[in-house]
């Protein structure tokens, strides 16, 4: 096992060569005296190798002499080893030392902002903000408060619905995702093109600035240009970039489907619990002592904790705790016109949350199949509204 052979490298080990005519008596001993030779290779008939923990070959050395054979050491390995060699050797150890010292420094620095998801606000505006609140490159890790820099973005773009602070390496990430920004809201001076939030079919166009490039009629996708910002002049080969602005009305449709079983199954936990323990290194898991779990139906629950955090870098090795809970299953059979009516509210509900504050529903439809054992809802509102959205250009 993995673990094991990481434990007897941290204790050290040399494999041996042992010449007698006694090699059985030897083994029997050893085995006696709780000596434990591993990887056991006979040569000829008087000679065998095998590998012994260091405080195993201290001990063996008396068998051996006790038993008038002789014993050599072929090699030795492991971490007492190595820091013997390195003892006396003291540039190679400043040189490490001075290596490892300046990794973990400029590894605790922030030397790259980078903004994720920006599409209607300015990146630059964004890291400006940072800036002025003393967040940039060459900053410490831990003095950045993640929940700090979130607040500090919410409190100047309230217009954001998600919002991620997180740190990977020596680079300091903010993703966002932009609610619909007022038009009124987003600086001029920014050239931009209105693009398409979603799929629809126009009914009515705009422009009051920028060249509108839909019709009435026409089926967009979502991120297609629908009013440009990129204009290009008659008389030469200039091209101007302008702030576009105005409206595109279409017509679009939301549809959640969802899907509830008629019989529904119900976990009640017994009581009996059964447990395993085991270790992850750099993501792979070894289990203690594995066996079959003694139960057939049950829930699983996983417990993780590292073993060492050192100035805020986590060694991947962690102690993990397999917890499986004994569970009854039974079977509930539900009512299929209310099923009906809760799932229909379910569905109406997931699509309520989509839908642009601005827009006049034309039309809603519910469809009901069941398939065995599944009954599946489908609600489709159709919606007329301005699927408009600013997208700033990238000089």
């Not at 150890?93 to 209607?120: C, P, T, Y």
């Not at 607040?151 to 619909?180: M, P, Q, T």
């Not at 057939?296 to 993990?320: R, T, W």
């Not at 469809?367 to 990238?394: A, C, F, M, P, W």
Request: glycine share 6%.
């Amino acid at each position: 096992m993995l673990a094991i052979k990481i434990w007897n490298y941290i204790k050290g080990y040399v494999i041996i060569r042992i010449k007698g005519l006694t090699l059985e008596r030897l083994l029997n001993l050893a085995l006696s005296k709780d000596i434990y030779l591993r990887n056991v290779n006979r040569l000829d008939s008087s000679t065998l190798e095998g590998t012994v923990s260091l405080e195993g070959y201290r001990a063996l050395e008396e068998i051996v002499q006790k038993l008038g054979c002789e014993m050599e050491v072929v090699k030795r390995r492991g971490l007492p080893f190595f820091l013997d060699r390195i003892r006396y050797r003291k540039t190679f150890i400043f040189g490490l030392m001075l290596f490892i010292v300046l990794s973990i420094f400029l590894s605790s620095i922030i030397w790259k902002i980078e903004i994720i998801g920006a599409e209607q606000t300015p990146k630059e505006e964004i890291i400006k903000l940072l800036e002025e609140n003393n967040i940039k490159k060459g900053l410490f890790k831990h003095r950045i408060d993640k929940e700090e820099v979130e607040g500090i973005i919410l409190a100047e773009l309230d217009y954001l619905s998600f919002i991620d602070v997180r740190i990977n390496g020596v680079k300091l990430i903010v993703e966002i995702k932009e609610l619909d920004i007022d038009p009124e809201r987003v600086d001029s001076s920014y050239p931009c093109n209105i693009v398409a939030r979603k799929k629809g079919v126009v009914v009515k166009v705009i422009a009051k600035n920028g060249e509108a490039l839909v019709e009435k009629g026409e089926i967009v996708e979502e991120n297609d240009v629908l009013i440009s910002g990129v204009i290009e002049s008659e008389n030469s080969d200039e091209i101007y970039l302008v702030h576009a602005e105005g409206q595109v009305l279409a017509q679009t449709r939301y549809s959640h489907m969802v899907e509830t079983p008629i019989v529904k199954l119900e976990k009640v936990e017994t009581g009996n619990v059964y447990k395993q323990r085991g270790i992850i290194i750099n993501g792979k898991g070894i289990r203690f002592l594995s066996g079959e779990i003694p139960f057939e139906n049950y829930i699983e629950e996983v417990e993780e904790k590292s073993i060492f955090n050192f100035l805020g870098f986590e060694f991947p090795i962690k102690f993990v705790n397999y917890i499986y809970r004994e569970v009854e299953v039974k079977e509930i059979k539900q009512d299929i016109d209310f099923l009906k009516q809760a799932s229909k509210l379910e569905a109406t509900e997931e699509i309520n949350k989509q839908l642009h504050k601005s827009c006049e529903i034309i039309s809603r439809n519910a469809i009901y199949t069941i398939d065995g054992n599944i009954l599946r809802t489908k609600v489709t509102i159709e919606t007329i509204e301005d699927i408009g959205k600013i997208q700033i250009i990238s000089n």
